[in-house]
């Protein structure tokens, strides 16, 4: 849905960006599937958590490839940052009494979707330092490869090539003929639309099309076009505070001192990206030689 929303912007990117692009749609790809299938049997509150690592993937990017100075003495905001979030985050998501479950595949697949998520903003700032004009497109060709991938992803899944490693549910191979004709009809497009037994599902899967897929892809891209990946991605990592707080707004869920203590957290790791590393490095005793002036 959000690929069918943004096509008409898709084949107005430029030709020497189409090979990052598609790049690109490919870390973008991995962090939507890992993403599902950590969900699968993994609490959403530590997907969320472990979803948060890309405050510390994109930093890492941009000192592996760009090679740029991202160490504590060069830019302590960032990392002081980074941890306050993680901290917020794991506060705010797993301080309840359930806490951190039992480390499994599902944890495996959570980190991966931070390193997809996370190499493609960084991916993301790098053609938007290029092309900052090129946000549409860009976003248009990142949606339109998750949604390829996510296809085949599909149809090997509904036909039961994965011989049930990835299978989960009574459902099985619904694409194969032996499947309900129903069931076939109700997991693709448009019989999801039009069964009405599937009403709610199939306006959540309008809501996350449109709105938190090709709409926030588009703020994603035109933010990263203005800040760096690893300032962005501490901005991201704040998602768990806001479904926190519509959580409770929406469907009346209370939230706990730890939920105040992390959310509060989180908005200080926010304003601190936006302190002076010169002025920080001052106040924490930190020589560095770049503040000395010849």
Known sequence: LASIALSPFLFQLKPQLRNTALLCGTFTAMGYIS????????????????????????????????????????????????????????????????????????????????????????????????????????????????????????????????NGMFEFGPYGSWLSTTADESLRSAFTLPGLFLNVDYTKVAAAAAFTGFITTAGNRVGETIALGKLSSSEASVLLATEPLWAALFANYLIGEQLGVSDAIGGAIIVISCIFTAVDPGWLREKLGIEYDGDTKA
């Open 35 to 162: 993403q599902s299938i950590a969900l699968v049997d993994t609490p959403a509150a530590t997907v969320s958590f472990l979803g948060a690592l890309v405050v510390i993937v994109c930093p890492a990017l941009a000192v592996a490839v760009d090679g740029k100075k991202l160490g504590f003495k060069d830019a302590p905001q960032t990392w002081i940052s980074a941890l306050l979030c993680l901290l917020g985050v794991g506060l705010l998501e797993l301080g309840g009494e359930a806490g951190m479950m039992e480390m499994g595949w599902g944890d495996f697949w959570s980190v991966l979707q931070a390193v997809g998520f996370g190499t493609s903003f960084f991916i993301t700032e790098r053609m938007m330092a290029k092309e900052p004009t090129q946000a549409l497109p860009i976003t248009a060709t990142q949606c339109a490869v998750s949604a390829l991938l996510s296809a085949l992803w599909a149809l090997g899944d509904g036909l039961g090539a994965f």
